[in-house]
C-alpha cells in the first residue's frame, strides 16, 4: 500500500498485525472515551497562520529539558514494541538518533535498556511507573543511571490499570487468550516469520532483568497490574 498520510501508517499496521496487538495499540481503557476526547482536542489544535513572512530558512529546532532537538517532538514510551516489529524499541531507538529527537523507553518494553542504549548511541529517556515492587522500582534506577539516560519520565496518573475492554475481545487478555494468540498468529505469517521467529527473546527485558527470569505476556499482564500503587499522592 502506498503511505502518505498518519492513516496511512495506522491501516499498514492493522494489516501487518495480528488484532491482539493492533488493539492493543490503537485501543484504550474501559469504552474509550477519553481516547476519543483526546483526539477530538488535538483535531481542533491549529496552527496560527503568519502570513508575509520570509520562510526560505526555517528552523524547528528547540531544547527540551536541557536537550537539542530538531523538533519539539518526543517519541512516547509504547510497551511491548518489540512485539509489534522485530526488536522494535532498537528500531525505533536508531530512528529517533537520526531525526534528533528524543526516545522515552517504556518500562515494559521487549528489548532491555542496556541493547537500546547500545543501539540509539544517543541520550535515552526512560519512563518507570510507580509501583509496589519499589525493590524493582530501585533496580531499574540505578541501571538507567549507570547506562547513561539522561531523563525520568514517571508515570503517576495511573494508580490502577485501565479494564481495556478490547484486549479482551481480541485475544490480548480474556478466556483462551493464548490459543487465541497463536490462531491470529497462523493467519498473519509476516509478522510471525518477522517478530515470532527471529525477534525473539519474547519478553519483558527490563523487568525479566530484575526477576531473572523471562516474563513472557501473560506474566506482563498479572505482574504489573498487581503492581500498580494505589496510595500514590
Avoid at 524493582?136 to 514517571?154: I, N, P, Y
Wanted: charged letters at 20%; a positive charge.
Amino acid at each position: 500500500m502506498i503511505i502518505s498520510s498518519p492513516t496511512d501508517f495506522r491501516e499498514a499496521a492493522r494489516r501487518r498485525l495480528p488484532p491482539f496487538l493492533f488493539d492493543y495499540l490503537d485501543g484504550g481503557a474501559f469504552g474509550e472515551e477519553t481516547l476519543a476526547a483526546n483526539r477530538a482536542a488535538l483535531a481542533e489544535v491549529h496552527p496560527r497562520q503568519r502570513v508575509l513572512r520570509n520562510v526560505s530558512d526555517l528552523s524547528l529546532k528547540t531544547r527540551l529539558f536541557g536537550e537539542d532537538t530538531a523538533m519539539p517532538v518526543m517519541l512516547a514510551p509504547i510497551g511491548l514494541g518489540g512485539m509489534m516489529r522485530q526488536r522494535g524499541e532498537l528500531q525505533v531507538a536508531r530512528a529517533a538518533r537520526a531525526a534528533q529527537v528524543p526516545y522515552i523507553l517504556s518500562t515494559v518494553s521487549v528489548c532491555p535498556l542496556a541493547d537500546v542504549v547500545e543501539a540509539s548511541g544517543a541520550p535515552i529517556w526512560f519512563q518507570l511507573y510507580v509501583l509496589k515492587d519499589r525493590g524493582f522500582m530501585r533496580h531499574a534506577l540505578e541501571r538507567a543511571q549507570a547506562l547513561g539516560v539522561t531523563k525520568l519520565v514517571f508515570t503517576v496518573d495511573m494508580p490502577l490499570p485501565g479494564a481495556r475492554y478490547r484486549d479482551a475481545h481480541s485475544g490480548m487478555s480474556g478466556p483462551a487468550a493464548p490459543l487465541r494468540r497463536a490462531l491470529q498468529a497462523m493467519t498473519h505469517p509476516r509478522w510471525s516469520l518477522d517478530v515470532g521467529l527471529m525477534g525473539r527473546p519474547h519478553d519483558l527485558g527490563n523487568i525479566s532483568d530484575y526477576r531473572g527470569l523471562p516474563t513472557d505476556l501473560s506474566d506482563y499482564i498479572g505482574w504489573l497490574g498487581a503492581n500498580f500503587d494505589p496510595s500514590i499522592t
